[in-house]
Each structure stands twice: as structure tokens, then as C-alpha cells.
């Protein structure tokens, strides 16, 4: 009988080790959890921050747009019209692509 109580006690003991393994391996999993869940809020609070930018820049295309099209409404009207403004879209475009080279040429030029 004195061998029965001798097993009891080293099960008790070794019950108490696991349980304290077990609180343990939970605490670990626990933090483990929080900081996943602090990270998916962080990914979802991103996500959001990043679909208001796009929604942003998608009505400020929309707005290009608009404004290109009517520009080039404008600009075939007016080469459409009167010998005159032909004249004078052409010194125009010619002025423009001056402009560019002349730019291009005083970039370059400062850049060496």
C-alpha cells in the first residue's frame, strides 16, 4: 500500500507540470493571437486607406478626361473652321515644338 501512495503523489506532480506547461503554451498562443489580430486591423485600416486613394484618383482621371475631351472638341472645331485659324494653329504647333526643343536643349545643357 505505501507503493500506491508513492505513485499518487508523482502523478500529482507530474499532473501539476503539464497544467503548468499547458497555462504556459495558452499565454504563448494568446499573445500570439493579439498580435494577429493587431496586424489584420492594421492590413484592414490599410486597405481602406489604399481603395479611398484609388476612388480618389479615379474621379480625378474622370475629371482629365473630361477636360481633354472638350480640349480636343475645341481644337478640331477650331482646325476645322476658316483658313485663318488654320494659320494659326499651325504657328501655334510650330511654337510648341520650339518650345519643347528649346527646353529640352537648356535641360540637358545644365544637366552637363
Known sequence: ???????????????????????RLA???????????????DIDREADDHNMYLDGMDSDFMSVTGLLSGSVKRFTGMAR???????????????????????????SRAST
Open 1 to 23: 500500500m505505501a507503493d500506491w501512495g508513492k505513485r499518487g503523489s508523482s502523478s500529482g506532480a507530474v499532473d501539476e507540470m503539464l497544467d503548468a506547461e499547458n497555462k
Open 27 to 41: 499565454d504563448n498562443l494568446s499573445t500570439k493571437v493579439t498580435r494577429l489580430k493587431s496586424l489584420a486591423l
Open 81 to 107: 473652321s476658316g483658313k485663318d485659324n488654320r494659320k494659326l494653329l499651325c504657328y501655334v504647333s510650330v511654337g510648341l515644338v520650339g518650345l519643347f526643343f528649346l527646353l529640352y536643349f537648356l535641360v
